[in-house]
């Protein structure tokens, strides 16, 4: 049995994760502010992870096997982490994003995403005080009402509405993975021996008219596409430059990934079954 820290993982695909491991057989305990309880059965730390003070209180002399941290978003919070796991952990799973390839991000908001996942990295990096994973996920679906970020529900409510989807003139291809596949992956990363960034994602990629296209399907209604300019904001998913994912890394290693064409449809009428009265 391994002692299990979660830091953050009361929501989403982090539940799954708690889950993964606890059928594995082991001791799992989440750490966050409190403003959610733990999935069943796990153990829970309360604690503002930038408050180095009080995470080493709240950790008292706890060690742990795996840390896998979904919630650093941060240099800053790296740091701390760095400071406060060292000797407590032999391993430490940090969920980034692919977002850390994208050379230029479209709003204020997605570039301070993408910069401190970037910082957080190379913290974590730096004269490793662990054996340390940045996982960089592909955007995440599926799940219906729990996938909290909305996007995919954009253009199965537009879409089913008849309102139009702004969409770039020639859109690039990104890359998705399914929420339950994160967690899989996440659970099995940490089980590994290997070190430093690793891409997740499903194979084939999809761009934005096809996304629309596998709505249309569901929802039985064509899409109607608003056409933007490059660098303007456009809906979600849709892409004005190279934004897709090589997979090949984490495969080499041994993780089976599935298809994006098998769990999309089925992502796709989660969404819309959440968005019924």
């Given at each position: 049995m391994k002692r299990i820290l979660v830091i953050g993982g009361s929501r989403y695909f982090g539940k799954h994760l708690v889950t993964l491991e606890q059928d594995a057989g082991n001791e799992v305990t989440v750490l966050n502010r409190g403003s959610a309880a733990p999935p069943r059965g796990a153990g829970h730390l309360i604690a503002d992870r930038e408050d180095e003070k009080g995470l080493r209180a709240a950790l008292g002399e706890r060690t742990f096997d795996v840390v896998f941290d979904q919630?650093?978003?941060t240099p800053q919070q790296a740091a701390v982490a760095r400071r406060v796991f060292a000797g407590r952990t032999g391993r430490y799973v940090l969920t980034s994003t692919m977002e850390v390839h994208d050379p230029a991000p479209p709003t204020p908001e997605a570039?301070?995403?993408?910069e401190g996942k970037r910082r957080a990295e190379a913290v974590l990096g730096a004269e490793p005080a662990f054996?340390?994973?940045?996982?960089?996920?592909?955007?995440v679906l599926g799940g219906g009402r729990a996938e909290f970020t909305g996007r995919l529900a954009h253009y199965v409510e537009r879409i089913a509405a008849g309102n139009?989807?702004?969409?770039?003139?020639?859109?690039?291809?990104?890359?998705?993975?399914?929420?339950?596949?994160?967690?899989?992956?996440?659970?099995w990363a940490g089980e590994q021996d290997f070190t430093g960034p690793v891409n997740a994602s499903s194979h084939g990629e999809l761009d934005v008219l096809g996304l629309c296209e596998a709505v249309a399907e569901r929802v039985g209604r064509a899409p109607r596409l608003r056409t933007?300019?490059?660098?303007?904001?456009?809906?979600?998913?849709?892409?004005?430059?190279?934004?897709?994912?090589?997979?090949?890394?984490?495969?080499?290693?041994?993780?089976?990934?599935?298809?994006?064409?098998?769990?999309?449809?089925?992502?796709?009428?989660?969404?819309?079954?959440?968005?019924?009265?």
């Amino acid at each position: 049995m391994k002692r299990i820290l979660v830091i953050g993982g009361s929501r989403y695909f982090g539940k799954h994760l708690v889950t993964l491991e606890q059928d594995a057989g082991n001791e799992v305990t989440v750490l966050n502010r409190g403003s959610a309880a733990p999935p069943r059965g796990a153990g829970h730390l309360i604690a503002d992870r930038e408050d180095e003070k009080g995470l080493r209180a709240a950790l008292g002399e706890r060690t742990f096997d795996v840390v896998f941290d979904q919630v650093c978003y941060t240099p800053q919070q790296a740091a701390v982490a760095r400071r406060v796991f060292a000797g407590r952990t032999g391993r430490y799973v940090l969920t980034s994003t692919m977002e850390v390839h994208d050379p230029a991000p479209p709003t204020p908001e997605a570039r301070a995403y993408a910069e401190g996942k970037r910082r957080a990295e190379a913290v974590l990096g730096a004269e490793p005080a662990f054996g340390h994973v940045a996982v960089r996920t592909a955007h995440v679906l599926g799940g219906g009402r729990a996938e909290f970020t909305g996007r995919l529900a954009h253009y199965v409510e537009r879409i089913a509405a008849g309102n139009p989807v702004a969409v770039h003139e020639a859109p690039y291809p990104t890359s998705f993975i399914h929420h339950h596949e994160i967690a899989r992956f996440l659970h099995w990363a940490g089980e590994q021996d290997f070190t430093g960034p690793v891409n997740a994602s499903s194979h084939g990629e999809l761009d934005v008219l096809g996304l629309c296209e596998a709505v249309a399907e569901r929802v039985g209604r064509a899409p109607r596409l608003r056409t933007v300019g490059t660098g303007a904001v456009a809906s979600p998913f849709s892409f004005d430059r190279a934004y897709a994912m090589d997979n090949g890394r984490a495969g080499a290693l041994g993780f089976p990934f599935g298809r994006l064409a098998d769990w999309l449809p089925q992502a796709i009428a989660e969404s819309a079954a959440a968005l019924r009265p």
